[in-house]
């Protein structure tokens, strides 16, 4: 369960939709750069042309099939900005390959609440090819809200049989196995898994090699919140769909939402999943 304390926000003043939301080719301009293009080999694949195109705003000329090319025109009337922005787009899609070629595993969690005395419910770990590695339900020292059941669809009933957190630490430490750590919104699954060693007296401190997709998609996307002065955060069925991902119908529950992460980590690199 992802924390829903950052509603989704409307572009502000100064941002506006890429060319594949308006659903119309970017308008040529002057100058003209060259920037890598890494393909996923999929020419269905949405982490081809369309994002790419999308993450670099209106710079890219559409003229290619998606995955057909190795390189794509920027073009644009403010050479020093789009450059910039062309190479961060790189950056993040490089930095995703060399995190996916460590084979880090995928965690997510549902929880009774977002408070700092919640704990979670459920825990889920997916490795780098899917397999799952560990999903289990998780009985934790106070009720489930309605509010929270309403999400994650986890109630009382289904808790009142399901091993302790004392009793799943050791199998969740397992599945990790001192790999890197990839979790959709870390800061929020970590403090939960945190705050519920803390309910039975333990400490499992889990950040030590872990890594946010949700801080990687924003930057990946490239939507700046002025407000925040920082790219605008995604919720994680937002980042999916955005991506071409088809959601199932267990969303909102931890194995699901744990894959998710990975595919969109994956379509982040650019490679296809």
Partial sequence: MNDPTRPERLPGPGLKPGPYERGRRPHPQIDHYVVNRVTSGDPNHPSSSVLLCHQLKDTIQWGNPPCAVASATVQTGVPGKRTQEAKR????????????????????????????LDQ???VAIVDTDGSVLLDTLVKPTIRIPSEAAAIHGISNNDVAGAPSFVEVLPDLQKAIGGRPLVIYNA??????????????RLTAN??????????????FRGVWDDFRREYRWHKLDIAARQCGIHLDHQAHRARSDADLARRVTMTIAGIAC
Wanted: positive net charge; charged residues 25%.
């Fill in 120 to 122: 979670i419910v459920e």
């Fill in 187 to 200: 800061d929020y699954d970590l403090r939960l898994i945190r705050q519920s060693a803390k309910a039975h």
């Fill in 206 to 219: 889990l950040a030590r090699n872990a890594h946010c997709a949700m801080k990687m998609y924003a930057e």
């Fill in 89 to 116: 787009s790189m950056s993040i899609i490089a930095r995703a390959k060399e995190l996916l070629a460590t084979k880090p595993v995928f965690l997510d969690t549902e929880t009774t609440g977002l408070g700092p």
